[in-house]
Structures are given as C-alpha cells and as structure tokens.
C-alpha cells in the first residue's frame, strides 16, 4: 500500500480525510493514484499533512509522522561496522579580517 492509501485507512476512510483537509473527496482519491493516471504516486500534500496531524493529535485517530511516507524511500541498508571517522578539517574563523584604513 502507498501512503495515501495507509492515512485514509487510518482515518477512516475518503470522506473524513476530505472533511479534515478541506479537499474535494475525487482530490483524496487522487492521491492514491500513479501519475500517469493524474494522480500523487500516494504523497499527501503538506498542508493536508499538518491537519491530519493535527486531528490525531487531538485523539481522532493513530496516526503518525511516518505514515505519510513510503518506507523504502527513507531507508538505508544496516551495517553492523562502525562509521569510518571524518578527517578533520581546518576551522574557519568567524571573525572578519580587520580593514587596514
């Protein structure tokens, strides 16, 4: 499932994610669909992300930040070796050079 589908599912379904964000209910619909078909490739606005949020912040429904992202696109493969240490580079002086009159 796509984000857009999990959140709408999560809140119960197209109508009440439509009634929250403001949006015509055939725009909720759109985000679940592919580009190609008009749609967001399952990515929910931003503004409608803030309310949303902001209705489970208030108990509406479970809903959490990671919800509105595929979760492959953020993961990175897991190493069990230590991080290689960054070579240590010269500090750059915040201080301006003084002017010479």
């Known amino acids: 499932m796509n984000p ?6 999560i809140c119960g379904g197209f109508k009440v994610v439509a009634e929250i964000t403001g949006r015509d209910e ?3 619909r759109r ?3 592919p580009k190609s078909r008009g749609g ?4 929910i606005p931003s503004d409608c992300q803030q309310k ?8 509406r429904f479970n809903l959490k930040p990671e ?6 696109a953020g993961s990175r493969p897991q190493s069990n070796a ?3 240490p960054r070579a240590k580079q010269p500090r750059k002086s ?8």
Not at 52 to 59: H, Q
Not at 67 to 72: D, I, R
Not at 94 to 101: H, L, M
């Open 4 to 9: 857009a589908h999990t959140v709408i599912q």
């Open 26 to 28: 055939t725009r909720v």
């Open 31 to 33: 985000w679940a669909y």
């Open 40 to 43: 967001t490739d399952g990515l």
């Open 52 to 59: 949303l949020m902001e209705a489970a912040y208030n108990g």
């Open 67 to 72: 919800h509105f992202f595929n979760p492959a």
């Open 82 to 84: 230590a991080p290689k």
């Open 94 to 101: 915040i201080i301006p050079p003084k002017v010479r009159a």
